[in-house]
Structures are given as structure tokens and as C-alpha cells.
């Protein structure tokens, strides 16, 4: 442990001297504040330093304000050496420093002094080292998660294509996303997709959308029924996915020669269809246990049917979007959801308008406390578009 004293008396020099040996500490020694700081400047690994109220060059408070500026400054305790032992004066120099000492004072006071601010500086020590063993493990995890999330982006980047009448919105929670949200065309021309919310949030919530995403991808550009892709869904999930998770989801097949839509939804809440005009219903109460709540055998694939009217756009959301908190605490709700799309019926952008009134209602992103997703199927951009050929 080094020692730095800062006394211009030779007699308190020298008891610190004989302490220092006592204790095993190597000791030096400054006359003025001005030499203290140049040394201090020089040497930035000073264990502890004691300095005289009255330096002469420099009072106190200046002192101690100009030692905590060093750039190299971390937690050097410092005690003052008062010679006044008045309230006044001790509160002050209690207030720039971290002890006071009043003289004349005994070897075995010294001592003791000396030994407790050891035991200070030792575990702040301690917790700086751990603090930087920390921050290591920080920033390799940082780097760990950046690559994963580099992977879950172009597993997305793939899956979201750009198809003609769907626009879409995605906001995760944090770095990674528990929802799914893929779209892909079959080789009929049909329209695949798929809006899904696996438990929970972050990195675990974002790993057990692999196997399912990849699965659906695969499967749809098979053309099976959207029942039976379910069906199969559930199989990889409770193989390979742990009981406590689920997904709730919602798959979609688009077919574009009847302007209707085959659907299987477990543990969604209901899609809604804005009808020209800006009327807004909901398309079913409920369907299906979320994928992975039940094994194969107890498995439900019906299906659901839907045919849509010219300017008909069908809403696919998950509960991030209706359980969005307003700065009261207050859900936006289907309700909230449902006003808005009847307000924004009309506007081309209808995703974008919706999901600028939704960040209103939430007023600050501290606010999020789950992945957002929505999609929007706009029948007549999408058959106008096929038409041309997109």
C-alpha cells in the first residue's frame, strides 16, 4: 500500500514514517499542495493520502476538488490533519475529504486510521477489478449477441419478400424478436403467410421462432392447407420446443382467383377487416389452442373461410399492438385498434397511420413491454399488381 503525506511539519512526518514501517506500507512525503499534486499526477496509484488542513499554497477544498480531477482518479481516500478541533471546521473538511484526523494524535490512532482505509481502499480495489472483469464479459456477450442478431435478421430479411397488396410493421421488445412475421407465394400464385408470438421476449422467445419459420418456408411453397401446416407446426414445436413455450399464431392463404383467404388461427386474438368506408369487424371470437399446447392426437386443423369485397384490407396483429400502454397504464386494446383503422381507413399508408397513433397513444418507447407486429392485406392493391405482372 503506498501512502502520500502532505504536511509541512517535519514532526508529523515523521510519525507517519515509523506507522508506514509498522504496517508494511511504503510512504512519501510532500510539503505543499502543489508538490502533493504534481507527485499525485506523477504517480496515480496512491493507496490513501493525508494532508494538513492548512497547506498554505492552497486551502482544502481546493485541494481535495483538484486531486478528484486527475484524470486518473478512481477512489483515493483522503484524511485531513486539522489542527482546529471546532464543529465548524471539521464538518468543512468532512465535506471536501473522506476523514479527519485531529492533532496532535497518537501512533496507535494513526495506526488504526491507516488499517481501516486499507480495508476501504482494498475492496474498492476489489470491486474495480470485478467492475473491468465485468465490463470484458460485457462487451464479448455484445459482440456474441450482435451476430445472432445479425442472424435472425437475414432470417427475416428472407422470409419478409416484397409481394404485391401487403405491407407490414415489426418492433421488437429488445435486440431479438419473439414474433414471427413471413410471407412467401406459393408456386399456384397463392399468398403463404404467417403471424405467430412465441412466450416471452428477447434472445430465448426469438430462438424457438427458428425451427418454426424455417419450417413454414419450406412447407408452404408445397401448397398444403393451411390446417394441415399447422398440424405440422405443432409437431416441430413439441418436439422440439419446451412445454412452457408456446406460440400463438396464425396462418393465411391468400387465393387471389377467389379473393378469399383459408386460415387456422390458435391463441391469436382476432383479425379484423376494414371494409371500404372505414367500418372495421372482427373475423372470428377464437379458433385453436395456441401451436404447442396439445400433442398431435388432440391437435384441431379447421380451417376458416373468408371471401373479401372490393377494397377490403384483412388486419393480423399480435397482442404487442393491442397490450401497448398509455402513460396512465391504460391498454390501447382491440377497441383503441379497431377506432383507429376505422379513422385511417382511407389513407394509402394504412399500416403506417396506424402504427403512428399507436406510438402517440404509448407517448414514450420506454413505455413498450412487447413485440409489435401487424400486417395488412390489401386485396385490391394485391390483385391489381398480379395483374401487371409483379
Not at 512519501?28 to 499525485?40: K, N, R, T
Not at 494538513?52 to 477544498?61: F, H, K, Q
Not at 476501504?120 to 451476430?147: D, F, G, P, V
Not at 418454426?212 to 420446443?241: S, Y
Request: charge should be negative; aromatic fraction near 8%.
Amino acid at each position: 500500500m503506498d501512502i502520500l503525506v502532505v504536511d509541512p511539519e517535519a514532526e508529523i512526518r515523521l510519525v507517519f514514517f515509523v506507522a508506514a514501517d509498522q504496517v508494511g506500507c511504503n510512504v512519501q512525503f510532500a510539503e505543499s499542495g502543489s508538490e502533493a499534486l504534481y507527485q499525485l499526477a506523477d504517480k496515480p496509484d496512491f493507496d490513501l493520502v493525508f494532508a494538513a488542513s492548512e497547506l498554505g499554497d492552497v486551502t482544502a477544498e481546493a485541494f481535495a476538488r483538484q486531486l478528484r480531477q486527475l484524470d486518473h482518479y478512481g477512489y483515493q481516500p483522503l484524511v485531513f490533519l486539522s489542527s482546529s478541533d471546532e464543529s465548524a471546521d471539521l464538518v468543512a473538511l468532512l465535506e471536501s475529504g473522506d476523514d479527519v484526523i485531529i492533532k496532535p494524535f497518537s501512533q496507535q490512532v494513526l495506526l488504526a486510521k491507516i488499517l481501516a482505509h486499507k480495508r476501504i481502499r482494498s475492496l474498492y480495489k476489489s470491486l474495480e477489478t470485478q467492475n473491468r472483469e465485468l465490463h470484458a464479459y460485457h462487451k464479448q456477450t455484445e459482440r456474441e449477441l450482435m451476430i445472432a442478431a445479425d442472424v435472425f435478421r437475414q432470417l427475416s430479411a428472407n422470409s419478409l419478400q416484397q409481394l404485391p397488396g401487403v405491407s407490414c410493421f415489426m418492433s421488437p421488445y429488445s435486440v431479438f424478436n419473439g414474433d414471427i412475421l413471413l410471407l412467401t407465394r406459393a408456386p399456384d400464385g397463392c399468398l403463404y403467410f404467417l403471424v405467430a408470438d412465441v412466450t416471452g421476449h428477447g434472445l430465448p422467445a426469438a430462438l424457438c421462432t427458428m425451427p418454426l419459420a424455417e419450417r413454414f418456408l419450406e412447407l408452404a411453397v408445397t401448397g398444403q392447407p393451411v390446417g394441415e401446416l399447422a398440424r405440422m407446426l405443432n409437431r416441430i414445436h413439441v418436439a422440439r420446443i419446451p412445454p412452457y413455450i408456446l406460440c400463438a399464431a396464425f396462418l393465411g392463404r391468400f387465393e387471389p382467383a377467389t379473393r378469399s383467404v383459408r386460415y387456422w388461427s390458435g391463441g391469436m386474438l382476432p383479425a379484423l377487416v376494414v371494409e371500404r368506408g372505414g367500418s372495421v369487424r372482427e373475423l372470428f371470437d377464437s379458433m385453436h389452442m395456441a401451436i404447442g399446447g396439445c400433442e398431435d392426437a388432440l391437435f384441431e386443423a379447421d380451417e376458416g373461410y373468408l371471401e373479401l369485397g372490393v377494397g377490403d384490407r384483412l388486419i393480423v396483429y399480435t397482442d404487442g399492438v393491442t397490450e401497448t400502454r398509455g402513460p396512465s397504464g391504460d391498454f390501447w386494446g382491440t377497441e383503441g385498434l379497431m377506432a383507429t383503422l376505422a379513422e385511417c381507413a382511407d389513407d394509402d399508408a394504412l399500416v403506417e397511420s396506424v402504427m403512428r397513433r399507436m406510438t402517440a397513444f404509448r407517448a414514450s418507447p420506454d413505455l413498450a413491454s412487447d413485440d409489435v407486429t401487424l400486417l395488412c392485406l390489401d386485396v385490391d392493391a394485391c390483385l391489381a399488381q398480379l395483374a401487371d405482372g409483379v
